[in-house]
């Protein structure tokens, strides 16, 4: 099993940053591409905000491309997430994600617990 856990959230002002961290453990060679998702309101569905596969590809929502970069340390099964010039909009929980590939099984989504970031203006 693999085992996600975040860290990094909180508040920020508008035009702030923060970097949100993911530890991966467990059977962590079974994961092929990590990334963020979130959750800007109760209620609302979870979106993709960015992820980024074992040679470093990434993709992202457009509404954070040139404000947001992803990145993974595949040797210390880290994922992260920089997010500058911060909006309101992006008040969210913010949830690392894993795709995984166990043998014998179809992929398998994965999501952590989740981190608040809230963004005042």
């Known amino acids: 099993q693999v085992q996600l856990v975040e860290s990094g959230g909180g508040l920020v002002q508008a035009g702030g940053s923060l970097r949100l961290s993911c530890a991966a453990s467990?059977?962590?060679?079974?994961?092929?591409?990590m990334g963020w998702f979130r959750r800007q309101a109760v209620g609302r569905q979870r979106e993709l905000v960015a992820?980024?596969?074992?040679?470093?590809?990434?993709n992202y929502v457009d509404s954070v491309k040139g404000r947001f970069t992803v990145a993974r340390h595949n040797a210390k099964n880290m994922v992260y997430l920089q997010m500058n010039s911060l909006k309101p909009e992006d008040t969210a929980v913010y949830y690392c994600?894993?795709?995984?590939?166990?043998?014998?099984?179809?992929?398998?989504?994965?999501w952590g617990q989740g981190t608040q970031v809230t963004v005042s203006s």
């Open positions: 994600y894993a795709l995984l590939y166990i043998e014998g099984g179809p992929p398998r989504n994965l």
């Open positions: 467990g059977s962590t060679n079974s994961i092929r591409v």
């Open positions: 992820t980024i596969d074992g040679v470093d590809a990434t």
